[in-house]
């Protein structure tokens, strides 16, 4: 007797489940905006980190991040070389030319919104200026991979060839960060599955409407590969060369991706 085998899927939220982690993820992206307009030279990362805090509790939400697997803050803030993972402090001073990463999340009436974005403070270099900007163009490239009857491959190999376009696009030679990428998220803030940023397309379970991810690529100016800190959290860049970041919590709907983490400072 022949079984047919089930096709493995990405769990889908009902549409009201949906609007319910937009909700989340509007407070992250006012988060995300109220740190990168008072981001300056000067100012310590801790400083940013109370501003995101303060903003994710006025809307009734808690920082998800916070005291998630023992992380001491309520954002991630990566400066230069650091990749992600970044922990706020008192003695981390930002200065003009740093790239700053900051990495958010909140936890609204059960839902979790998770986005990331990198700004300069001050003018960058022109090399990693093009590197922000070419992750930012990777992310909004590799989420319109994010459709009904697609693969979670299909995904990555969006990243993969968005992060090649970028290269001739932006005129910058590009590492995808080897071992970090994206996941899935809903009431937790990672749930399966892992959400590689390079790959070949049509591998692994099938996107339905109503699935969604954190799909977030980080790109160097140099090598794949990265360490972590004695501080158990920080990724660094192996060579030291500069990272970016950029993510959104974004589901697959029969009109196209839905972007759940929208912010006002959409661009680099």
Request: charged share 25%; hydrophobic share 40%.
């Amino acid at each position: 007797m022949a079984f047919r085998r089930k096709r493995k899927t990405i769990p889908a939220k009902t549409p009201g489940e949906l609007d319910a982690m937009e909700a989340a993820g509007r407070i992250v992206g006012e988060a995300l905006d109220a740190v990168r307009e008072a981001a300056t030279a000067g100012m310590s990362t801790l400083d940013l980190d109370r501003i995101a805090e303060e903003v994710i509790r006025s809307h009734g939400a808690t920082p998800t991040f916070l005291g998630y697997q023992g992380f001491p803050a309520s954002v991630c803030a990566s400066i230069n070389e650091e990749i992600v993972h970044g922990i706020p402090n008192s003695r981390k001073i930002l200065k003009e030319g740093d790239l700053v990463s900051i990495d958010c999340g909140a936890t609204f009436e059960g839902w979790v919104g998770d986005s990331a974005c990198s700004f300069g403070i001050g003018e960058l270099d022109h090399d990693v200026q093009a590197l922000n900007k070419a992750t930012e163009f990777v992310l909004y490239e590799g989420l319109k991979a994010m459709v009904p009857g697609n693969r979670l491959s299909d995904v990555s190999h969006a990243l993969e060839q968005a992060t090649r376009a970028a290269e001739q696009r932006f005129g910058v030679a590009l590492g995808i960060v080897d071992g970090y990428g994206g996941h899935g998220i809903g009431r937790t803030m990672h749930e399966d599955p892992y959400l590689e940023n390079e790959g070949k397309p049509g591998k692994g379970p099938i996107i339905q409407a109503g699935s969604v991810l954190a799909i977030e690529p980080m790109l160097t100016l140099g090598s794949v590969d990265s360490y972590v800190l004695e501080d158990e959290w920080t990724v660094v860049t192996e060579d030291d060369s500069y990272a970016a970041h950029w993510e959104h919590t974004v589901a697959a709907t029969d009109q196209g991706p839905r972007i759940l983490t929208p912010r006002k400072t959409m661009r680099a």
